[in-house]
């Protein structure tokens, strides 16, 4: 009676073998046919991380502080709530990557993608919950003091956050001075992704 049992797991399991193994070769089967894996800016489509995918800067993610601890050193602080499969948030993210080349010595940039937050927030000015209404990408910079001085939502132009980084600095307006260069080129962006 044991050895019929023995017999017939035997046999199962060998069914089992077969069957499993059937089932890999057709995967890798049609792995090996599907088109390649195309990142693209274009689509709301989850590609990963937006900033090293489509800034050429992955160094903005996770951020290195929080609000609340720029504000204890006495640094501006701009808040970026993003989400990664956001083709607004894709595009932004080069915005960022520029800004971080002109202020992120003296600002602390921090990216934070919304579907980490809670539903909602604390209300304390520095928890960045408080400013998440589900709309991406969304803009927030603080001045020295902790005090919110722009609040937008969308594809800003650089122009709009750069202009009020200049307030915040109490540097001369655009019109009244340079344009803005880098010194040191940020990474660059890999074109073959994001087309």
């Known amino acids: ?30 792995l090996s046919t599907s088109s390649p894996v195309a990142a693209s ?42 989400l990664e499969d956001s083709m ?36 304390e000015p520095t928890d960045p919950a408080t400013y998440n209404d589900q709309l991406v990408p969304k803009t927030v910079l603080f001045d020295r003091e902790g005090n919110v001085v722009l609040n937008v939502t969308g594809n800003v132009p650089f122009e709009t956050i750069d202009d009020k980084f200049r307030e915040v600095f109490n540097l001369l307006p655009r019109d009244e001075s340079e344009e803005l260069v880098l010194r040191e080129p940020l990474n660059e962006i890999n074109t073959e992704l994001s087309q």
Request: charged fraction near 15%; proline fraction near 5%.
């Open 1 to 30: 009676m044991v050895k019929r049992f023995l017999q017939s797991l035997f046999v199962s399991l060998s069914g089992l073998r077969v069957a499993l193994t059937l089932a890999l070769s057709i995967g890798l089967l049609w």
């Open 88 to 123: 607004d948030c894709k595009l932004f993210a080069s915005k960022v990557s520029r800004l971080q080349g002109f202020y992120g010595r003296y600002t602390s940039i921090i990216p934070i993608n919304i579907d980490s937050l809670p539903l909602e927030g604390s209300g």
């Open 41 to 82: 800016a274009a689509n709301d489509d989850f590609d990963g991380n937006i900033f090293a995918l489509y800034a050429g800067n992955g160094s903005l993610v996770p951020p290195k502080q929080t609000i609340a601890e720029s504000i204890a050193q006495g640094r501006p602080s701009l808040l970026v709530l993003y």
